[in-house]
C-alpha cells in the first residue's frame, strides 16, 4: 500500500482521500432523489468536475497546484456506477488531468482480501496524513460506517495541516473542518439550485 502511494506523495501537497463505492452510493441516492423532484434525467456524475469542487472546498485556489487523488474501492468493484469516468483500472488508476486549479493525480485502490476496507482506509489516513508534504487534506469516507475512526485518526494532526472531512451532514466535532458532501456532489451531477426551489 504505502509503495502505490510513495509514487505521488513526494510533489502533492493536496490530497484527496475517497472511498470510491461510498461516493458512488451517494451519487446513485441523489439521482434517485431529484429525478423524483425536478422531472429530469440525471446523468453520471462528472468525476473531474466533483474532485474541483472537493478540492475548492478543501481550500485549494487556482495555480499550478498537484493534489493526489486516492479512491478505494473494494476489489471485486471494477467500476462506479454512477460517475464518469468510472473504471477503476482502465479510466482512472494512474491517470491525471489539468485544470485550473492544477494537475490531479488519480490512485484508484482496490481492498485486497487481508484486510477490511474500514482499516485499509484508515491506514492510509494515518500514512498521508503523518507526512510532512501534505498541507491540505480532504477526506470522504462513509462517515455513517466509520466516522469515529476517522475522527480519531486525525486527532494528533499538526495544527498548520489544512484536514476537510466531508459528510452528507454535519458530524460531532473533531479537530478539523467539515464540508457537506451533498454540495459537491450535485454540482458534479450538474443538478442547479433554481432546479430545486
Same mark, same amino acid.
Given at each position: ?12 501537497? /493536496? ?27 440525471? +446523468? ?20 499550478? /497546484?498537484?493534489? #493526489? ?15 464518469? +469516468? ?13 485544470? /485550473? ?8 485502490? +482496490? ?40 475522527? #480519531?485518526?486525525?486527532?494528533?494532526? +499538526? ?39
Amino acid at each position: 500500500m504505502k509503495d502505490e502511494l510513495r509514487k505521488n506523495e513526494d510533489c502533492c501537497e /493536496n490530497v484527496i482521500i475517497a472511498d470510491a463505492d461510498y461516493i458512488d452510493k451517494v451519487a446513485f441516492d441523489l439521482i434517485v432523489n431529484f429525478e423524483r423532484i425536478i422531472g429530469r434525467r440525471i +446523468p453520471p456524475a462528472d468525476m473531474a468536475r466533483w474532485l474541483d469542487c472537493v478540492a475548492l472546498d478543501g481550500g485549494v485556489r487556482e495555480g499550478s /497546484n498537484n493534489t #493526489h487523488v486516492i479512491l478505494i474501492h473494494d476489489k471485486d468493484k471494477q467500476a462506479m456506477d454512477n460517475f464518469l +469516468p468510472s473504471n477503476h483500472s482502465k479510466e482512472l488508476d494512474s491517470k491525471a488531468f489539468k485544470d /485550473n486549479l492544477g494537475e490531479f493525480i488519480i490512485s484508484s485502490l +482496490p481492498v485486497e482480501d487481508v484486510i477490511s476496507k474500514e482499516d485499509f482506509f484508515i491506514d492510509i489516513l494515518s500514512h498521508v496524513s503523518s507526512q510532512k508534504e501534505v498541507k491540505r487534506l480532504m477526506v470522504i469516507g462513509d462517515a455513517e460506517s466509520y466516522y469515529d475512526r476517522i475522527r #480519531h485518526a486525525l486527532r494528533n494532526v +499538526p495544527e498548520e495541516k489544512r484536514i476537510t472531512v466531508f459528510a452528507m451532514q454535519p458530524m460531532e466535532g473533531g479537530n478539523f473542518r467539515q464540508e457537506i458532501l451533498g454540495y459537491s456532489m450535485m454540482s458534479a451531477l450538474g443538478i442547479k439550485s433554481e432546479e430545486i426551489k
